[in-house]
């Protein structure tokens, strides 16, 4: 018999809004405090397989992993605040993930109402 999941540890942040309406931002801000965990833009590679992307992001940004600073410029880095719309720059900058959300949130577009329909 399989069990069911306990709560998360930590409270889940959702950021949900219309297009333009500043959550690029609000993500670069949470992600620049440190405190919350967010999908990246390395970890967006790996939309398909998200816990493999997060360790192997984890081999890459770690300072522990760092060996003789051979990843610096990964693992010590600061949120620029910059985006060209809604796309960041740079390996651990937020990203929307939009391809691992696609496959569980159907992706409908609207259809023009015909005459017919119109009436």
């Not at 306990?6 to 309406?21: C, D, F, G, K, Y």
């Not at 760092?66 to 880095?77: G, P, T, V």
């Amino acid at each position: 018999m399989h069990e069911l999941p306990t709560e998360p540890a930590q409270p889940i942040i959702l950021v949900l809004a219309a297009p333009r309406s500043g959550t690029t931002l609000l993500m670069q801000w949470l992600a620049s405090t440190g405190q919350v965990c967010y999908p990246s833009n390395l970890l967006s590679r790996f939309y398909a397989a998200p816990y493999l992307g997060a360790r192997i992001q984890q081999l890459i940004a770690d300072p522990r992993f760092n060996f003789k600073d051979e990843l610096a410029d990964a693992s010590s880095y600061t949120i620029p605040f910059t985006s060209l719309l809604g796309k960041t720059k740079g390996l651990l900058q937020p990203n929307e993930f939009w391809y691992f959300w696609r496959r569980f949130i159907p992706n409908v577009h609207p259809e023009w109402i015909t005459p017919v329909q119109a009436d």
